[in-house]
Every structure is written in C-alpha cells, then in structure tokens.
C-alpha cells in the first residue's frame, strides 16, 4: 500500500511520540477493521436471517443497502459537522453506536428493529472510516506517516476481504445471532482500546461540507469516484448474493460455503497487498486490471461455476481481484486531492457506501426477479464500465499509465 507513501503533515503538539503513536494507529485500525466486518457481516448470513425473520433474501439483503446508504449519507454530513470536536471522543462516540447496532442486531426479534440496528451500524461506520483516515499524520512522526495511514487502510481492506468468511464460519457454528454478538464485543474492546490508547486529538481546524462537494469538480477526484462507484456497485449486486448462489449454483452445502468464503478472503488479502505495491506506480494500469478480472470471474461463475471446485477458483480470483478496490481507489482520491485529504476520504466513504447499498439493492431486485444467476452478469457488467472510465477518465497528477 505504498500510495499513501508521500503523505505528510504537522505534528499534534508532540503527542505522536510521548503517547504511544504506533499503538494508537493500532487501535485506530482495530477500529477500520470493525467497522467494515460489522458492515459485511449479513452477506454470509443472508440465509439463516431471512429464515429467521421471516423475509425473502431480497428483503434480507436490505440489511445491507441500509447500512451502505446511512454511512454514505453520514460521511460526508459528520465529517465536517464533527470537525470542531476532540477526533479522540469523536471515534469512541461512533464506535458506542456500532456496539448498540450490533447487539440491538443480535436480538432483533423481526425486521423493522433489524433495521434500525443496521442504521446504527451506517452511522459508526461513515464516521469512523472518514475520520481515522487522517489521523496517522497526528500519531507518529513524519517519516512513518506513510507506512501508518497504510495500516489504518489496510483494516478496511482486509475487513472487506475476512470479514464475511468469518461471519460465516461463527454463524455456521453458533447462529447468526451469535456472528452480531461478537461483532459487537469487538467494538465494545476497540471503543475501550480507542479511549486508551489514543492521546487527545483536538480539532486542527473547520471543515465546511462546501469544500467537501466541491472536490468531484476536479476531473481526477471525478473519475476515481466513478470507478469506485460502478466496481463497487458491480461487487455487490453480486457478492451480496453469494450464499444462495453457491448454494443453487454450485450445489455447496453451508460448511462447504463457509471454506470457500475462507479462501475468498485469504485471497483477497493477496490482492490487497499485491495492489498496493503496484498502485502508485501505476493507478490507471492496477484499477484496469481488477476490472478487468473481476468482469472475467463474475461473468464466468453462471456458465462454469457448476461445479464446487469450478466455483472454488473463480471465487478465488475473484478475492484477488476485488482485494485491491479499496486500497487502489483511495490511493487514487488521495493523491488526486493532496490538499484535501479528509475531504477527499468523506467523499470516497460516501461513494464507497452508496454503492454497496446501491449494488445490494439492485442485486436484491435481480435475483427476486430473474434468479441468482442474473446478479452476476449484472456485476460483471458494472466492472466492465469501470474499465471503461479507467480508460478514458483522468488519473492523478495526469498519469497516462
């Protein structure tokens, strides 16, 4: 993740080292890694959630649209709204309301409180991933601020990727009941950890939701923000789904879904790694390729994916490839707006999230009506537009490659 290599800043009153600073980017990064996994968790849940509450798996898909869409809202909005504030309070506030959501999702007893449970989990999530991506230049000295604001982001990458399989695996053993429990005990030790760990971070000035809307005007924030938009979406009109597609698919049983979800995210974490050392030296050439490899899997999963061990490998590259979305569009908007940086992360947040909730809702559209197989055309089709605005949009700095 060697695109954030170039971040620098001013120190935090001297904080970043009488403090603990690489213990707090810890924390902070414990804290990406909840927010994501609480986020993720209903994908390899969907099953079991819609049985139990007593909802197609359309309808149980909407745990995630509405989780997606309240931390696209709230990023953007809580982001300067919050900026006056200690960032210190500010996470352990937003990580209350991701322990609330959690448990409240724990002992939903129908739908309706489900759903306000994940519209608590969007509000932690949009303003804890907003946040904590600025907050290494005010942790640890200058020269580490690369390598540190690389594993705050890496929590989220490898949430992304983790989080599902072993949201999976917990709600295959103990019920998915007991998947949200432990989502929410983690938040609650992140919270702990957060108050802990990190020094006082007061506010370094205001920011105004002016600047934050101004930013899509530069034609590099534009089109990262449209390539974010269309693999995102694409993704999850897909991967949401997956369960009931390997199921009817591919015939595999819920432990069988379980070691292929694992090995998903296993590969996932390659492809987030792999396309971190590649992403600054490179952006346009590392963002073609994942499009281009994630419309190849999706689109190849409803003619050769028969098969468990069929299935298996596609599911793999797919993990590769969709591994290095998060880690090489936000290298992109970074480095597209260097002014800007917490502006430029609320905007990635809030597109990052509309097009979860938006690539869920659709999927949910397309398999009520046309069947499983339908949600992975249109998720390899999505991918191959992103492919296209690659191509053609403007890269940072006026990269060519």
Do not use: K
């Amino acid at each position: 993740m060697t695109g954030t290599g170039n971040i620098t800043g001013t120190a935090a009153g001297g904080a970043r080292t009488r403090h603990g600073g690489w213990a707090a980017v810890t924390a902070v990064t414990g804290a990406t890694f909840t927010v994501v996994t609480s986020e993720m968790l209903p994908v390899g849940l969907l099953t079991p959630i819609g049985g139990a509450l007593r909802v197609s798996e359309g309808t149980a898909g909407l745990t995630l649209t509405v989780t997606g869409l309240v931390a696209a809202v709230t990023a953007p909005l809580l982001t300067p709204a919050l900026s006056r504030f200690d960032r210190r309070r500010v996470l352990c506030g937003l990580m209350g309301a991701l322990v609330t959501g959690n448990l409240l999702a724990a002992f939903s007893p129908h739908f309706a409180v489900m759903v306000v449970a994940r519209v608590l989990v969007g509000v932690g999530m949009g303003g804890v991933w907003a946040v904590a991506a600025g907050l290494a230049v005010r942790l640890v000295p200058a020269r580490s601020v690369g390598r540190a604001t690389s594993l705050v982001f890496s929590g989220i990458a490898v949430a992304s990727v983790l989080g599902v399989p072993a949201g999976t695996f917990l709600g295959e053993l103990a019920g998915w009941r007991a998947a949200f429990l432990a989502a929410g005990a983690l938040a609650l030790v992140v919270l702990v950890a957060l108050a802990v760990l990190l020094p006082a971070l007061p506010a370094q000035g205001e920011l105004r939701l002016g600047g934050v809307l101004r930013l899509p005007g530069r034609p590099p924030v534009a089109t990262g923000l449209g390539v974010v938009a269309l693999l995102v979406t694409g993704h999850f009109a897909a991967y949401t789904y997956v369960r009931p597609v390997l199921e009817r698919l591919a015939g595999a049983g819920a432990t069988t879904i379980g070691t292929l979800l694992l090995v998903y995210g296993l590969a996932g974490v390659v492809g987030t790694f792999a396309a971190g050392s590649q992403v600054s030296r490179s952006p346009r050439g590392t963002l073609l390729v994942i499009g281009l490899v994630t419309a190849v899997t999706v689109g190849a999963l409803p003619l050769f994916g028969g098969s468990v061990p069929v299935a298996g490998v596609l599911l793999a590259v797919w993990g590769v490839a969709y591994g290095g979305v998060s880690v090489a569009t936000q290298t992109w908007l970074l480095a597209a707006a260097p002014d800007a940086r917490e502006a430029a992360s609320a905007l990635f947040v809030g597109a990052f999230n509309g097009s979860i909730a938006l690539g869920a809702f659709a999927g949910g559209l397309a398999a009520d009506t046309a069947g499983v197989g339908a949600v992975l055309y249109l998720g390899a089709a999505l991918a191959a537009g992103a492919c296209a605005v690659t191509v053609f949009g403007r890269a940072p700095g006026g990269a060519r490659r």
